[in-house]
């Protein structure tokens, strides 16, 4: 699962100090067309650039005309670690960090450092329509989006330029917006959608024994913890914390709340996190970033 693939970047070359990354950017990567946007290029470093400054530089227009968080970036510190992102060519990109950051490759192929087109983005910004950004996207990905009905549905089109066709496999994606996980399990058996996620613990033993469902499940990457106020006595007091910790029921919960479905944990860090614990070596390494849906 944590295996890296080539996507946007074919391969990418990290500086020994773990401070300086360079992406080598696919050619021939188009962007989306849409009825509110014709790309005039293909993809290049030049949206790799943009997209990133938009997330970490606050004077940014963007940022200006319609504000934002960028809640992932800032959690991994990188609004406040990329020290810059540099073009060196049309389809080179140069991270610098201020600190080392051994993970850094794997945690930007995650869908929060999703590519934009920066010509759009020009556009939007000609037109005086720069909040439009965030309602008419357009990427590189798989499927091209169409229209938003508020807490209803998001509707994509395949897209017939994207650059790993084989694996579009359907030619329309729909989500159905629908917060209530019974009436998620009832659409789902009823036929009404065919994948639905997030299903209440009670309703997967059900699920299971349906012949016409099937349940995939596998090691999570979460920790359910209780977090006490230590500024606040008695809980300043750790032997008081100690207390409410052996006097909690940790199996009655599991068998309770979440069917069985979760062991109890003995650490911050879940069995299934990679965690670094080494340095980084001093041989020069090219992997491929895993790739990303847009």
């Not at 997209?51 to 991994?76: C, G, W």
């Not at 994207?162 to 159905?176: A, G, P, Q, T």
């Not at 659409?187 to 016409?212: H, M, Y």
């Not at 003995?266 to 992997?287: E, H, L």
Request: hydrophobic content about 35%; some cysteine; proline content about 8%.
């Amino acid at each position: 699962m944590l295996d890296l693939t080539p996507g946007l970047a074919e391969k990418w070359d990290e500086a020994p100090d773990a401070k300086t990354f360079t992406f080598h950017l696919r050619r021939g990567v188009k962007f989306q067309s849409t009825p509110y946007f014709k790309p005039s290029r293909d993809f290049n470093a030049d949206d790799v650039v943009f997209m990133f400054k938009r997330m970490i530089d606050p004077n940014e227009p963007f940022q200006k005309a319609h504000p934002v968080s960028f809640p992932y970036l800032t959690d991994l510190g990188y609004d406040k670690n990329i020290a810059s992102v540099e073009k060196v060519d049309d389809y080179t990109v140069r991270f610098t960090l201020k600190t080392p950051d051994v993970v850094f490759v794997r945690n930007i192929a995650m869908e929060f450092a999703s590519i934009v087109s920066a010509e759009c983005a020009a556009q939007l910004l000609k037109e005086g329509k720069p909040e439009d950004i965030n309602q008419k996207p357009v990427g590189t990905g798989a499927f091209v989006f169409r229209n938003y009905q508020k807490d209803s549905t998001v509707r994509y089109d395949a897209n017939p330029a994207y650059w790993n066709r084989e694996d579009v496999h359907i030619d329309k994606l729909v989500f159905s917006i629908t917060p209530d996980a019974a009436v998620r399990e009832q659409k789902l058996e009823n036929g009404e959608c065919q994948i639905t996620s997030f299903a209440r613990p009670v309703d997967i033993a059900a699920a299971k024994k349906n012949p016409k469902l099937t349940v995939l499940s596998g090691v999570g990457f979460n920790v359910a913890y209780v977090g006490y106020n230590t500024t606040h006595k008695p809980l300043d007091n750790v032997l008081v914390r100690r207390t409410l910790d052996m006097a909690i029921d940790k199996q009655a919960i599991i068998k309770s709340v979440y069917e069985g479905a979760v062991t109890v944990a003995t650490n911050p860090m879940p069995p299934s996190q990679w965690c670094p614990i080494t340095r980084p070596s001093k041989t020069r390494r090219t992997i491929p970033p895993r790739r990303a849906i847009c």
